[in-house]
């Protein structure tokens, strides 16, 4: 079993987190208070406040994990994940800007280095310490934003390690395993993602007096849009939906569906058609479909791909 539609990816952000415990003052904390076990009170200090350049270089780290993790699937426990390749040069493009922000603060921070740590003796008075701070040539060192993509294993591999033959059989066996409930679990997962968005989505565009907000629409929009690329099992009625829902949302605002009561009726009835197949589709997944439901389901899929 060879996977020719992906690659595995990692993503490794190295901070200096700018903190630390002070034991001097944990212990004079606990004293005071009579804590008979020091290790229950511990006092961290910043080590650099109020510092914006390390917000703005926070916020990058926060971005790029948070795109990581939306445009992959999962692989494995907190290791590498799957990049279908036709995401990828959607996903380089912008972990790419991430990187190149990251790495403009980190030059920020190392040029302001001195000037921040005066701003944080007078900020911190006596809990200052300047054994606490790495010098200005060592602080670079301490941040690193990388990226690495690697193929993805393939089974037959197994067969050429030297094993015996049985035991290499059983190998190749339990990684096509394995692989296969991988993708299985990856694609309900995207089932699920856009059918919670959906149903949150339309459940307040039914609710005539519930205000729609501009991001509970681009939740539905952007995930539809990004499914597609994501779909490494070719499901075709996930890219369906998703290319439907892309469609009927496109120039849908909160401002439109609050002022026009026809706009807004039209985009309801659109995202009930939809969550309702989806709903049928979910159901068959789960168990076989009763007979006489077949033909409806059936039926609203026609209506669906003409009107795509």
């Known amino acids: 079993m060879e996977i020719k539609n992906a690659v595995l990816v990692s993503l490794n952000i190295s901070v200096w987190q700018a903190n630390r415990q002070d034991k001097k003052i944990s212990e004079q904390v606990t004293d005071a208070h009579q804590v008979t076990d020091r290790r229950l009170g511990r006092f961290w200090k910043s080590l650099l406040p109020k510092c914006q350049v390390l917000d703005t270089l926070y916020a990058a780290q926060r971005a790029a994990r ?34 190149h922000q990251f790495e403009v603060a980190v030059l920020g921070l190392i040029d302001q280095y001195d000037g921040i740590r005066e701003e944080a003796r007078k900020v911190l008075g ?71 968005r959906l149903e949150r989505l339309s459940a307040k565009l039914m609710d005539g007096d519930a205000y729609v907000r501009e991001e509970t629409i681009a939740a539905v929009r952007d995930l539809a849009d990004l499914l597609p690329r994501l779909n490494v099992t070719n499901d075709e009625k996930l890219d369906m939906l998703a290319n439907r829902l892309k469609g009927s949302l496109t120039n849908v605002s909160a401002a439109m569906v609050k002022n026009d ?42 209506e669906l791909k003409r009107a795509a």
């Open 66 to 99: 948070t795109f990581h993790y939306e445009n992959t699937l999962a692989w494995m426990h907190d290791g590498p994940r799957i990049l279908p390749t036709a995401n990828y040069e959607s996903y380089m493009k912008a972990m790419r800007g991430f990187k």
């Open 126 to 196: 006596q809990l200052y310490s300047e054994s606490d701070y790495p010098d200005k040539q060592s602080l670079k060192y301490k941040y690193d934003f990388d990226m690495k993509v690697m193929t993805m294993p393939a089974s037959e591999g197994m067969l050429h390690l030297g094993l015996a033959d049985k035991e290499a059989q059983d190998l190749c066996a339990k990684l096509e395993a394995d692989m296969r409930d991988t993708f299985k679990r990856a694609n309900r997962r995207m089932w699920e993602d856009l059918h919670e």
């Open 261 to 302: 009561p026809s706009a807004r009726k039209r985009v309801a009835d659109e995202a009930k058609t939809v969550f309702s197949v989806m709903q049928a589709f979910m159901g068959q997944k789960r168990a076989p479909p009763a007979p006489m439901a077949a033909p409806a389901v059936n039926a609203t899929v026609m």
